[in-house]
Nanobody, 115 residues
Framework: QVEVVESGGGLVQPGGSLRLSCRVS????????VHWFRQAPGKEREWVAK???????DYIESVKGRFTISRDNRKETVYLQMNDLKFDDTAVYYC?????????WGQGTQVTVSS
């Protein structure tokens, strides 16, 4: 059974930092592309970042230079380091793992940027 579990969300002030974690089990993690999406209240879910097998990351323009995606294959975990957070980063953040047999979503973790 595949499980995707996000953690690390919370309340942070503008300019602050958070690190999200996405633990994936039940697939061959080393081969998986893992994505972060987010959905703000009243908005469509949007893609934020992804990391492919070789560790290369890609980002939506609005987070480039502030967010960094990384992976630890031994821990079967992908991280999203978020720095210089802005009000517009407030959203539920979701992880999606693209496995050989299918794509798997987590339940999301809330990130709130507020003063």
């Amino acid at each position: 059974q595949v499980e995707v579990v996000e953690s690390g969300g919370g309340l942070v002030q503008p300019g602050g930092s958070l690190r999200l974690s996405c633990r994936v089990s039940g697939i061959i993690f080393g081969y998986a592309t893992v994505h972060w999406f987010r959905q703000a209240p009243g908005k469509e879910r949007e893609w934020v970042a992804k990391i492919i097998q070789n560790g290369r990351g890609d980002y939506i323009e609005s987070v480039k230079g502030r967010f960094t995606i990384s992976r630890d294959n031994r821990k079967e975990t992908v991280y999203l380091q978020m720095n210089d957070l802005k009000f517009d980063d407030t959203a539920v953040y979701y992880c999606k793992a693209d496995g050989v047999l299918g794509n798997y979503w987590g339940q999301g973790t809330q990130v709130t940027v507020s003063s």
